[in-house]
């Protein structure tokens, strides 16, 4: 099907044309028909099936501008929120609707200043959430409901905040669901919230005869950076992603693939927002080679031209392998995806293999060069700037400061110093331990038995002690002299 043959406003045939839109993909020629009749629709669909568009257009066809918010659009990530956000706008600008992006990890201020003038909300749960129990938004008008990648939703343990978002919703509305798969539990939100529901799915968009999959199995873990390297340095064409497990390990990849003069852009979810949205812009204007990412982060983002998957760290399930290497091979183009093997990694992938499908073939290892690799981070390596843990510094004019071992805080009144070989002369109701001179203290009552206090009248002390002046000591050690009792 065309674009021109769809039945929706004219301006948005226009710029469908203006982008370069032609051919419906599998998923849009199915959906959009059935969601311009108001039917609510659950689509399977893989990442890149052009899924948003299929949702995107029919909605704007409907909403009404300067009427106040009509659409929400949940989606699992910032990164997939920003996305979906920009296919929104760019539809939305001929026919003057407004699309506000809701996501955490950025003031909420202009984000309740840009609601109040949209028609489209586009925003993760916990931050949609947050704005209606601060009642910056009222979602009672609301006609349309979008839940994006729903799977990843449910999987990172959303379903609460969205079952309590869709109860500041009204019951009479249009819903629907996008997602990878459709298991068990997609099936129980279905029921609970959509009203007889048109289930559209559609195949897998890798051509499987296009797509190689192979493993390294390495026996030393030392080596698998470096063949990480070579294999990246021998396959230049196209995208590169590699999947890591964690965070940290997105950032140690990154930081030693630069290092070895790759050009390398991480995204996780432990980023700042700032640094995320310079990763993906540097892949719109193709200044990275390599992304390295976290399943979550990567997870609906549309990502073109990627030639090689690196699986650094085996995923779990064959689920979450089929997610990875469903971004390469497309639209007729080969693809490989290639798993880094370690002992350590076998039982995961033994779970990958369950799946008989998947066709995975062992690879001799390459001939490589050894190379460096740290896994320390450059701000593990900087020393404290802060005054408050460093014991080699003065805060004699501290009045009420607490410092360690070998700081000056003769001046300080209400200091109580944590090393016993320290001087205070002068604090009249200061406890001090051993080798301590306390002898202007009038209340002090020391903790050391070899310390002297022949001027307190009601002391009671230990062995070795000279106490030739207290009136009213009782010694404990037959051996101490006590003249004057």
Partial sequence: MKFNEININEKLKDKTNELGFKETTLIQEKCIPEIIEGKDVVGQAETGSGKTVAFCLPLLDKITPGEGIQTVVLTPTRELCVQVTDVFKEFGRPLKIKTTSIYGGVSIEPQIKRTRRSEVIVGTPGRMLDHLRRKTMDLGEIRFLVLD????????????????????????????????????????????????????????????SKLKQVYYDIYQRTDKFSILIHLLKTNKDGLAIIFCATRRECDIIEKNLRVHGIKASAIHGGMNQNKRMKSLESLKEQKTDVLVATDVAARGLDIKNVSHIYNYDVPKTAIEYIHRIGRTARAGKNGAAITLLTGSDHENFRRVQSNKELNIEKADIPEFKQVSFSRKMDHERKPSQNKHWNNNQSNSNNRNYRQGNKTSNSNNRNYRPRNNNQSNSNNRNYRQGNKTSNSNNRNYRPRNNNQSNSNN?????????????NRNYRPRNNNQSNYNK
């Fill in 149 to 208: 990648e729903t799977d990843k939703m449910l999987e990172m343990g959303f379903i609460d905040d969205v079952e309590k978002i869709i109860n500041y919703m009204p019951k009479q509305r249009q819903t629907l669901m996008f997602s990878a798969t459709i298991e068990r539990s997609i099936h129980r939100l279905m029921q609970r919230h959509l009203n007889s529901p048109t289930i559209i799915k559609t195949k897998s968009q890798v051509d499987s």
């Fill in 457 to 469: 009248r009601n002391y009671r002390q230990g062995n070795k002690t000279s106490n030739s002046n």
